[in-house]
């Protein structure tokens, strides 16, 4: 075999596992209930429930550490490559690592994380009818939300410019999953811990509030944002270690979890997330009615709701506009054509939870 056949042959083996994932990225969409179970039921769990839970002993993120290191540590690689290669002018060998890399890279995404949006739908799942609601239905909802949550927010102390007091828990963030699985098996996992984000601060430029690293399995959480909202966020994102990719389910998972937590401030914060996803729906529909809702919240949680937007408000800028053009991007070429407005519709499945057996 000749030197120049086996460079070649060694660059089509590099290029599988990117072959591989396209055609699971292709095909999968197909065959939802192959994938429910032998892909995200067998492969996924096999690869990210053991690898998720070893990273979760570690007590700080490992997301970060390669963000703020790896990035920068790859490019410098990279440059010192293309440096090197070009003095030798011997551009094969970097070209087939940067394509091993890449390759098992997209590869190892759609295997602990890109399969899962092609699943069955978690209102099959859970045998949930989803079906067109009145604005009233939503606005009952919004209100039913929000008195849950000035309930849950009497058990809580308050700051002293008024806002709720949370001293929240990330390591028992997985206890309201533990209370569903006994109802829902399929919601089982052993990542339970969720990662505080040292430079939360400026991960808030891009809005942002959690994200779910898939190649490590970990969960993380934005925990410069308002406390309340902490809780929620972190059960979000500890739906997609249950094997959830697309973003309605996971706030939908997430609220229940939140909301079936023993703790208070997380079930304050399901609620109270509840209700804007709620609330902000209806204000798309009918902003009067809305308008009208608004009303019914209580003092305390109405100064909740208007720090949150103060805090948020500090950040808007071209780093979050960025930020949410690419979120959207993702989000769509995942199959979701509604991209970041996705993460609203998991108000549809508030409703069918609510009148579940009602209809």
């Known amino acids: 075999m000749t030197a120049d056949r086996k460079k070649w042959i060694g660059l089509a083996l ?14 999968l969409p197909y065959f939802p209930g192959f994938t429910e179970t032998v892909v995200t039921g067998g492969v996924f769990r096999a690869l990210s429930v053991p690898f998720g839970w070893l990273i979760s002993w570690l007590p700080f993120s490992l997301t970060e550490v390669l963000v703020v290191l790896g990035i920068p540590a790859a490019l410098v690689w990279l440059v010192v490559g293309i440096i090197r290669a070009g003095r030798r002018k011997r551009w094969f060998p970097l070209i087939k690592t940067v394509c091993w890399i890449l390759s098992v890279g997209l590869l190892l995404y759609m295997l602990l994380h890109g399969v899962n949006f092609y699943r069955r739908p978690v209102a099959e799942i859970m045998d949930l009818t989803v079906t067109a609601h009145s604005t009233d239905d939503l606005a009952a909802l919004a209100m039913q939300m929000a008195a849950n949550a000035e309930k849950e927010r009497q058990a809580l102390s308050e700051n002293a410019d008024g806002t709720v007091a949370v001293a929240v828990k990330l390591t028992d963030a997985g206890e309201g999953f533990a209370v569903l699985d006994d109802h829902y098996p399929f919601l089982w996992g052993a990542t339970n811990r969720v990662k505080r984000v040292l430079l939360s601060h ?10 779910y690293f898939p190649l490590l399995a970990e969960a993380n959480v934005n925990t410069d944002q308002p406390a ?13 270690t249950r094997g959830f990719a ?8 997430g609220y229940l979890a939140a909301v079936s937590h023993p703790d208070a401030a997380y079930r304050y914060s399901g609620y109270y997330m509840g209700y804007i996803y709620c609330n902000n729906a209806l204000y798309a529909l009918d902003p009067d009615k809305a308008a009208t809702v608004s009303t019914t919240v209580s003092e305390g949680m109405r100064r909740d709701l208007i720090a949150q937007s103060a805090y948020w408000q500090q950040f808007e800028g071209p780093v979050q506009d960025v930020s949410d053009a690419v979120n959207d991007g993702f989000i769509t070429s995942q199959g979701v054509p509604d991209g970041v407005y996705s993460y609203g519709r998991c108000v549809d499945l508030l409703l069918a939870w609510e009148t579940r057996g009602k209809n």
């Open 14 to 27: 590099a290029l599988l596992p990117l072959l591989l994932a396209a055609g699971l990225y292709l095909l």
């Open 202 to 211: 400026y991960w808030s430029y891009t809005g942002i509030t959690g994200m």
């Open 246 to 253: 697309r973003e309605d389910e996971c706030n939908f998972l």
């Open 228 to 240: 309340w909202c902490i809780p929620f966020t972190a059960c979000h994102e500890l739906a997609h």
